[in-house]
């Protein structure tokens, strides 16, 4: 551990824009000192890390080292000696998460800590000088306000959308039928009409409209809109102004597009004002960023996926191999997950997401994926015979493909026709997108709109894993399964802490004390209160948990591997529950005589949680009333002086979340 030693000479360190930045921790915190280990590694990562920063990051750092030095105070002021924070090696999730929480309360922004925990990763990475790599958790705004799935209402208008628009694209899908059918104008045809048209006089005009799907045909047959280089155009442009001109128009394309374009170009236009524009005309063939940001979104509600996994999708190999192989009408649907991979990874390693799928209707993730891959065919034709598009190119196996959007779309600016074809992997196209086809759906929240990507961002996700978990029952466990995440921590910080469903959890959670207080008065408690004289059960499954650093025992587990608290799950042989916060609500807990300060304590601990925040009464009203039942009838006032003298020598024996106890509980 050769960090120890490092620097302890160096006073400042200079910043990657050439700035000095003094370790004024130095002075700024009256406990840091050489002889603590922890202060010597916060004061090698300083130094270490300052050179490739800028100098207002540099800044922040030496800002998180006073910080969280403050908060180390506090927390060794108030803790066991064996809980202490001395060195580096003590810092873990638990702690990290404290000194967050510890920003929040002081009003401070959480910038600290992300600085923080970046010099700390990076430097152990990056050096080979003994700093350990520690685990703690990322930082970030989305901890502090976790996405909300869309109301029932919204989410419900939302599927109506969905099934209007896939009806509207199937539309799409049959015009194209019809334009490959269908017989293009003829030369003979085109003529007799032009004249018809030029012979009004003045500003007169016809009821004549062009047929869309003939005239659809006729530009595809002359290589439009794909084959019009800007030359072509710019000699269009001006025959189609004059009159002249257009009096000799014998081409059907040149026809075609003397009815479409807008009125400042043609003349024709001007005698025939009720045909389809040519933007219009464009957009009833080839698939727009709005068609494919909307089906996007779709298959994100449907299959819980995310952004990222959803543009990764590839038009060829979306389907699990074993679908193709079995036959049915249910299929495994498959893509990658790119982005934030993790930071111990120096190489690209995509994550393989799945989702389950039925292969009809218009509520079909599988179905929405064939048809983007449909609407998008005409224009991988053209990307398949162009030589400019590279093998990689994100295009060549994208399903969401999409024309340019210029006014002038009509013609090139360049011989290369690719470049009139993007992808919703183009952020501006993606954006776009959305907001097209929110303002169509016209979604309301809470009396407000819906109108950006922004507005929706990873809220459709929340959304599928909201009502997956309140509709199948299915443990955290498997949901975290479902959505690809190695870790259940995820699932429960970024997707199961929004505010419907801790509401949801509250209710239940009222729904078992009230039933635990109702079992604690009419005497049908199935938990045991132990006293001197009972010996305590000699099964091999009874444990009694201890907190590190404690002489006192917490309580006991009359069998570990058989819990009852509403919502466990049954544990594989072997297996036994640590889950200390849910003790209450088992019938398998078996109060000692050593359990009375950490119970009286555990009433304090809530009675003055009440007192600072009243909306807190609700929340903890049950376990008070159970905890001044179980006090009350002690009957042991010895005990109670004893308990009373423990408490005094700690600060705090509980912390007010007992879930974070976990990890400090041993047997």
Not at 73 to 88: F, G, M
Not at 131 to 140: E, R, S
Not at 643 to 663: C, G, N, Q, V, W
Request: charged content about 25%; some cysteine.
């Amino acid at each position: 551990m050769r960090y120890l030693s490092m620097y302890r000479s160096e006073e400042s360190a200079t910043s990657a824009d050439s700035i000095k930045i003094s370790a004024t921790y130095y002075t700024e915190h009256p406990l840091f000192s050489f002889l603590n280990a922890l202060c010597c590694a916060l004061h090698y990562v300083f130094i270490r890390y300052v050179p490739d920063l800028s100098y207002s990051k540099g800044y922040e750092l030496r800002t998180a080292i006073v910080e969280f030095l403050k908060f180390r105070e506090q927390h060794n002021a108030r803790l066991h000696p064996s809980l202490h924070i001395n060195k580096i090696e003590d810092i873990g999730v638990e702690e990290f998460r404290l000194f967050i929480d510890y920003l929040r309360r002081i009003g401070r922004s959480l910038y600290p800590a992300v600085r923080l925990r970046a010099a700390l990763q990076k430097v152990a990475k990056n050096n080979d000088d003994g700093l350990p790599l520690l685990t703690i958790p990322g930082v970030g705004a989305k901890s502090d306000s976790p996405r909300e799935p869309l109301a029932l209402s919204t989410d419900q208008e939302f599927y109506s959308f969905m099934d209007k628009e896939v009806s509207r694209l199937i539309v799409k899908l049959l015009f194209r039928g019809k334009v490959k059918r269908a017989a293009p104008y003829s030369s003979q045809e085109i003529i007799n009409i032009r004249d018809k048209l030029m012979s009004l006089e003045g500003e007169g005009s016809s009821a004549w409209t062009i047929d869309p799907v003939r005239a659809m045909r006729t530009l595809l047959d002359a290589g439009y809109p794909f084959g019009c280089s800007r030359p072509i155009s710019d000699t269009l442009r001006n025959g189609l102004l004059r009159k002249k001109w257009v009096k000799r128009i014998t081409s059907p394309e040149h026809f075609v597009l003397s009815c479409c374009l807008p009125y400042s170009y043609s003349q024709l236009r001007r005698r025939a004002p009720n045909c389809i524009s040519y933007t219009d005309l464009m957009e009833k063939y080839y698939p727009t960023s709005e068609d494919h940001a909307a089906l996007a979104c779709f298959i994100q509600r449907l299959c819980g996926w995310n952004k990222e996994s959803v543009l990764n999708l590839d038009k060829d190999r979306f389907l699990h191999p074993l679908s193709e192989v079995a036959n049915s009408n249910v299929v495994m649907i498959v893509s990658e997950k790119r982005k934030s991979q993790s930071s111990a990874k120096r190489h690209e390693s995509p994550k393989t997401v799945w989702a389950t799928s039925t292969k009809k209707g218009p509520r079909s993730g599988y179905y929405l994926i064939l048809m983007a891959k449909q609407l998008s065919e005409p224009l991988h034709e053209i990307l398949q015979r162009s030589d400019g598009v590279p093998g990689d190119d994100v295009r060549r196996s994208s399903p969401f493909l999409c024309l340019a959007e210029d006014s002038s779309g009509w013609a090139l600016s360049e011989p290369e026709p690719n470049i009139r074809i993007y992808s919703l992997n183009t952020t501006t196209y993606w954006n776009g997108g959305v907001a097209g086809f929110l303002e169509r759906a016209q979604l309301y929240e809470n009396g407000e709109l819906i109108k950006s990507a922004i507005d929706l961002e990873g809220r459709l996700r929340v959304t599928w894993e909201y009502n997956d978990a309140r509709n199948s029952k299915h443990p955290l466990s498997l949901i975290a399964l479902k959505m690809g995440h190695n870790d259940i921590e995820t699932t429960s910080t970024h997707y199961d802490s929004s505010g419907k469903a801790i509401s949801d959890r509250k209710e239940r959670f009222r729904e078992i004390q009230e039933d635990v207080l109702v079992r604690f008065r009419d005497g049908k408690f199935q938990g045991t209160i132990a006293s001197t004289g009972r010996p305590r059960p000699s099964d091999p499954t009874f444990r009694i948990l201890t907190i590190i650093g404690h002489e006192r025992a917490l309580w006991a587990c009359v069998d570990s591997s058989s819990p009852d608290f509403p919502g466990a799950e049954k544990l594989e042989s072997g297996e036994r529950c640590t889950k200390v916060d849910k003790c209450w609500g088992c019938k398998q807990i078996y109060l000692l005589g050593d359990s009375l300060p950490f119970l009286m304590e555990r009433l304090s601990t809530l009675e003055r949680a009440v007192e600072a925040d009243d909306a807190l009464y609700d929340e903890c009203r049950d376990e008070i009333s159970v905890l001044e039942y179980v006090l009350r009838n002690w009957g042991d006032e010895t005990a109670t002086t004893d308990a009373l003298t423990y408490m005094r020598k700690y600060e705090a024996l509980l912390p007010f979340d007992m879930k974070s106890l976990i990890p400090f509980v041993e047997d």
